[in-house]
């Protein structure tokens, strides 16, 4: 998916947005930039390819290079990022995280209006951070071109964009990602992440809202537009992508994980299988476990351990196979809890399966007598349109999909899903146990939706569900002369 920071101070703010950005690596493993600009106006840029290495051994080396007040940077999912862009409003560098699902048709009606030509990004696609830059340019302000990018894309795009010292950053519009403003002494952030803040000495100041846009200089956050009333943020930050000690909306991520084990135990207090233990499938299964143990009177432990020097999180590369071979080397069995135990795992969610179903296969290879699993969100049905939270290919590559394919003995359309979306209704049943089946579980259970959005504590109205019930608001086009 993606994630970034920017820093505007009265000082030298180099060694800020270097650890800042380090912050976000949790996000992204394909690529890192960095863009600071000058007292002159003058912005230095560097990008790394960052899917073997770290982003801080990326840059350890050459980080003295840059000097500046004010600088913006980005762990990115897959394309090269800071853009420098040459325009009438001056020398820009530009980040953005999001998805543009009409990414080839706003190229096209470009290319008609006289645009000659795009960059490609490294995995011969169009650069997405490239085509908001063009659109933005259509404008006769900055923050009209802003506006008038978010407007025309279909699916979602947060930015900072960085020009003469100062930062604009403007927040998706309907909040699909968070942005957040940090103040401390003669300096301002702009993260994604909360958990960015403390360390480097800065505390919470704003969070922007839907469609917000600022401009943060070295004294003052000016808010140049205001937020929309349609919040739709991504639950998965609660679920999976959101780092521990982050918050959003207010609600911390642990917490919130901690809420939602509880609340799944609770649902499993009158049929709860017999186990010796409760574990957590690395790494954002671990909270929703301890949650669940706490409130099961069950014993947590780890039968599996992350080795995390050198493993990226798993669904970021493309390719299944590498996908697969990442699952497998990182999480290393404790054989002594395995042995001869009756294991209740919690996983964050999932998706395809085919991970999953290879622990489990491990799991009683070491001697396991029974395994159980239940998934903190509900059944996954509908890729994400909003974010790059998978780069599947296919929706059939989603274990719920498939298991409803099988059922049916046809690829489901949305209307033949509609019946397998109510909880605990035949047809859900029925699927959940096709996916127990291929998974080679004793028993299997998924978080009722009502149930997550309640544990995370956050209006129901504010949370995109789409990949779980494939309902979203209404896209409104705005009106730009």
Known sequence: MGGFFGVVADHDCVC?????TDYHSHLGTKRGGLAVCDREGRITRRIHDITNAQFRSKFDDEIDKFLGR??????????DQPLIISSKFGNFAIVTVGKINNINAIAESAFKAGISHFSESSDGELNPTEIVAMLISRKQSIVDGIRYAQNMIDGSCSILLLIEGRIYAARDRFGRTPVMIGEK???????METTALPNLGYHLKHELGPGEIVEITEKEVIQKHAPGGTTKICTFFWVYYGYPSSSYEGINTESARYRNGESMAADDAETLPEIDSVCGIPDSGIAHAIGYSNAAGKPYRRSFVKYTPTWPRSFMPQNQSVRDLIAHMKLIPVQTEIENKRMLFCDDSIVR?????DQVVRLYERGAKAVHMRSACPPLLFGCRFLNFSRSRC?????????????EGKEPDDEMIQPYLEYNSPKYLAMVEEIRKELNLHT???QKLEKLIEAIGVDPSKVCTYCWNGRDVEMKTETFE
Request: avoid cysteine; hydrophobic fraction near 45%; aromatic fraction near 12%.
């Open 70 to 79: 004010a600088g913006i940077g980005i762990i990115s999912d897959y394309e």
């Open 444 to 446: 299997l259970k998924f």
């Open 395 to 407: 929706e059939l590559d989603l274990a719920a999909r498939r298991a409803i394919k099988k059922l």
């Open 353 to 357: 399966g085919t991970q999953l179903k």
């Open 16 to 20: 800020d947005l270097f650890y800042g």
């Open 185 to 191: 002494a003669g300096s301002f952030a702009v993260t």
